[in-house]
């Protein structure tokens, strides 16, 4: 009785997919958030050597937590059902949360380290303990409660870095997150009750390839705001609008070269996998390096919007042509994903990059920007004359191929 009390939370077998408006709602929290680590990564447009890399390192420590926050929740609300009062309890909380990390965000390694911590783990160990007692007795409580208890190894390192000395809170947050991925990676293992890996999970998968296209979107959105909200408020000349149209430009062919072919057919592949949780763990990885390198290409829109003709500084070429060749990377694992083969376009386009990155360290900003869009038309048109004549292919997945029924019993 009390299984079946704790089944009505899951999702039904015929569930739209789609996310919901409380989830687009939620999505809001992250935008902030978003904003918020751009506007980290731009604090280290002047750095060069080990203060960039241990700034960079830093920020993206905060991205990290954020991203753990929202696939979380995405997870949550691609198994069970998002119209019932409960869950959509555990995303209005959560979203709280993420706006708490997020306000807090770019002090979050100084003096508002604390609030930062006690939102993030107001998530980590309140919301899977609500979560397994909605469940009852259903078997799937057994989820949440590992993610407790994994939650309560890394606690103590969280509240250490919040609350401690200023020089021990990097190493010390490194370590507590590097537990709770490593939680993730593993599937919580217990004592007695073995691993639950996310790939074995029974979810919505067409549910998971929507929210994943979603925060690639309001990735590339912040951009679209980055260049707007940077352009608006410089003083107008030539150069800096020849850099605003070309940083439109350039985020324009990134959606382009997302979206064609295995980016089209992500939902699909997700709907046909046997085992899609574990086609969305893998995916998981790699939109979240798709996401980072948006955030760091907008980050060059604002080096070279503010500075088109300035002089050329090494540490810029980190975010100019670091964050779209990363995105092209990332990109081409995912075409192995959805096809079990890489993208030869996208090859070519990261091997140019890579090519002409010494000749940029003497160039003018505003050359390298548009060196970039130049190499991603490129990617693009040779996209569009590979795939000209020929009806858009099937997905062809090697991964999550197995049967569905090949799944744990606490799934």
Known sequence: MAAGRGAELLRPPRSSGRATFLELFFDLAFVVALTRVSQRFAELRDDTGWALGTGFGRTLLLFLALWLIWSHTVWITSRYEPERSIIQAVVVGTMFAGLVMAVTLPRALEERALPFTVAYLMVMVVRPLVVAVALR??????????????????????????????????????????????????????????????GRWQIDGTHLADRYQQMV?????????????????????????AAF???????????RIYFYRAGLLLTETFGRAGMPGQLGAVSGWT????????????????????????????GWLLFVVGGPTLFLVARMRLEYEIFGQASRPQIIGVVALLLVTPVLTRWA??????????????????????????????????IGREASGDRDSEA
Do not use: C, K, N
């Not at 606690?155 to 590097?178: C, E, K, S």
């Not at 309001?218 to 980055?226: D, F, N, Q, R, T």
């Not at 900003?365 to 991603?376: I, Q, R, T, Y």
């Open 137 to 198: 007795g259903h078997p799937r409580r057994l989820v949440p409660f590992r993610l407790v208890v994994w939650a309560l190894v890394s606690t103590p390192l969280w509240l250490a870095g919040a609350l401690g000395p200023d020089h021990l809170r990097l190493p010390l947050w490194v370590a507590a997150l590097a537990v709770d991925y490593l939680a993730w990676a593993l599937g919580w293992p217990l004592p007695w009750l073995g691993v639950s890996r996310v």
């Open 287 to 314: 939109h979240l390096v798709i996401v980072l390198s948006v955030l760091v290409t907008a980050v060059g829109y604002e080096l070279v919007i503010d500075h088109p003709y300035g002089q050329p500084r090494p």
């Open 217 to 241: 979107l309001i990735a590339l959105g912040e951009s679209i705001l980055v260049v707007g909200t940077v352009f608006g408020g410089a003083d107008y000349s030539a150069g800096r609008a």
């Open 365 to 398: 900003p505003m050359a390298g920007l548009s060196v970039v869009a130049v190499v991603l038309a490129l990617v693009v048109l040779l996209g569009a004359l590979r795939g000209r004549g020929r009806s858009l292919e099937f997905s062809a997945s090697p």
């Open 245 to 255: 149209s070309i940083a439109f430009v350039t985020s324009a062919l990134l959606w």
